[in-house]
């Protein structure tokens, strides 16, 4: 059974940084991208940041281009996602995606296995 457990999360000023990370387990082989999304209260759920596990291509969302990055360990079964100069509009529910589905990029629909998700909450 497919499991992704996001952790990392929590209140931080503005300008500030934190680090994500998910744990998976039970992912098999044919994972191609791995993602991270968020959804702000009364907002749909959007991408932050994508990578493909094979070549370590990464996509992001135009407002975290220069402030997030994503990164994996395959040793580890683990994806990572620093934060770093948060604004209050980054304030939201961060989840931890993988596809099997080739190059999903920030498709939310594309994704199969889906974490529980970690709240991020940002004041100014």
């Known amino acids: 059974q497919v499991q992704l457990v996001e952790s990392g999360g929590g209140s931080v000023q503005a300008g500030g940084s934190l680090r994500l990370s998910c744990a998976s387990y039970?992912?098999?082989?044919?994972?191609?991208?791995m993602g991270w999304f968020r959804q702000a209260p009364g907002k749909e759920r959007e991408g932050v940041a994508a990578?493909?596990?094979?070549?370590?291509?990464?996509n992001y969302a135009d407002s975290v281009k220069g402030r997030f990055t994503i990164s994996q360990d395959n040793a580890a079964n683990s994806l990572y996602l620093q934060m770093n100069s948060l604004k209050p509009e980054d304030t939201a529910m961060y989840y931890c995606?993988?596809?099997?589905?080739?190059?999903?990029?920030?498709?939310?629909?594309?994704?199969?296995?889906w974490g529980q998700g970690t709240q991020v909450t940002v004041s100014s």
């Open positions: 990578i493909y596990t094979a070549g370590g291509t990464t």
């Open positions: 039970g992912l098999t082989y044919n994972v191609d991208t």
């Open positions: 995606a993988a596809s099997t589905r080739r190059w999903a990029g920030l498709a939310r629909g594309q994704y199969n296995y």
